[in-house]
């Protein structure tokens, strides 16, 4: 099968492309480089029976629609996104440009170029906003009343991915990923909590908690999620999937684990909390189970440890 991925030089997107081609499809990717490196495409690239094309475009550019009608994709996974939540902030309308005009290029480049289904990588962590503490882990039947800019734009993604499938029968999965950690994750960026600790441990640099460390995220390993973007090609057509692992950890907890495994004994440093950020995240993944049959495999320690061998 084609297949053409936004955001393919990315950490997800990278890693998807890899799956991918050991599933032996044919693989584009689309990406402006601002944060995906080539060097994550190395092997793909170089593939030797299927190598990757990469073309150098950013998904707000008008000339995007030329690239798919070339390319002419079955399936589109559209990854590429500002996924900073305290950006979104900061900025909406940067994140709103980003994420809703530069997906609606995207999502209409794919429907004029023929192809049946866009895969999209949506955010459960943002898009059900506050939820009760007796609802928690959290299932797609929840509403979605994001509080951040940047959740507030993958819902109004995943709407327009719902009405194109009414009005013109593009098909669509849109998996609300937990957070997602693994190798190739920026370090230096402010949406990878993982990967900023495993570089600061390893190079004996402070590492810095927002709030008391006390609020929780759902963990969840990128060859996992990977895992769930390949599944969803033909499967859970029009529907929402949360991706994670149903368990909750505290930002101070994933520190102290990861620090013990590092080998430093040290207290993190302590900075307010973030504006937009929610309390708590866990989700619930049944219905990926039924209509993916996915179910997450890694856990964290062995995910950490992973991570910290790739910084090492």
Same mark, same amino acid.
């Given at each position: !099968? ?8 990315? &950490? ?30 190395? @092997? ?65 480049? @794919? ?24 609802? &928690? ?55 990878? %909590? ?30 996992? %999620? ?31 684990? !990861? ?6 004994? @040290? ?46």
């Amino acid at each position: !099968m084609h297949t053409l991925v936004t955001g393919g030089a990315g &950490f997800i997107g990278s890693n998807l492309v890899d799956r991918l081609l050991d599933d032996g499809h044919t693989v584009e990717v689309i990406d402006n480089l601002s944060s995906g490196k080539p060097a994550n495409l190395r @092997a793909a690239l170089a593939h030797e029976s299927r190598p990757v094309v990469l073309h150098e475009i950013d998904v707000r550019d008008p000339a995007l629609a030329d690239v798919f009608d070339r390319s002419r994709p079955e399936v589109v996974f559209h990854l590429a996104a500002q996924i900073d939540v305290r950006i979104s902030v900061a900025d909406p309308k940067l994140d709103a440009d980003v994420n809703i005009m530069g997906s609606l290029n995207v999502i209409e480049a @794919a429907r004029a170029a023929g192809a049946r289904k866009v895969v999209f990588a949506s955010s459960g962590g943002t898009i059900y906003g506050r939820v009760a503490d007796d609802d &928690f882990p959290v299932d797609e039947s929840h509403p979605q009343a994001p509080l951040s800019p940047y959740g507030v734009s993958k819902k109004a993604v995943g709407d327009y991915l719902s009405a194109f499938r009414d009005l013109h029968g593009l098909d669509y999965t849109a998996l609300a990923l937990a957070n997602v950690y693994g190798p190739r994750q920026d370090p230096h960026g402010e949406a990878g %909590v993982v990967a900023i600790f495993a570089n600061r441990l390893l190079a004996g640099e402070p590492c810095r908690i927002y709030g008391d460390g006390s609020q929780t995220r759902d963990y969840v390993y990128v060859h996992d %999620v990977v895992d769930a973007f390949a599944r969803a090609i033909d499967r859970a057509g029009g529907m929402v999937c949360n991706i994670g692992t149903a368990t909750e950890t505290s930002v101070l907890e994933l520190y102290r684990t !990861m620090a013990a495994a590092a080998g430093v004994d @040290a207290d993190p440093d302590f900075a307010p909390e973030r504006l937009g950020e929610v309390a708590r995240s866990s989700l619930d993944a049944s219905r990926a189970s039924r209509e993916l049959g996915w179910t997450p495999s890694t856990e964290l320690p062995e995910g950490t440890a992973a991570v910290l061998d790739y910084f090492r």
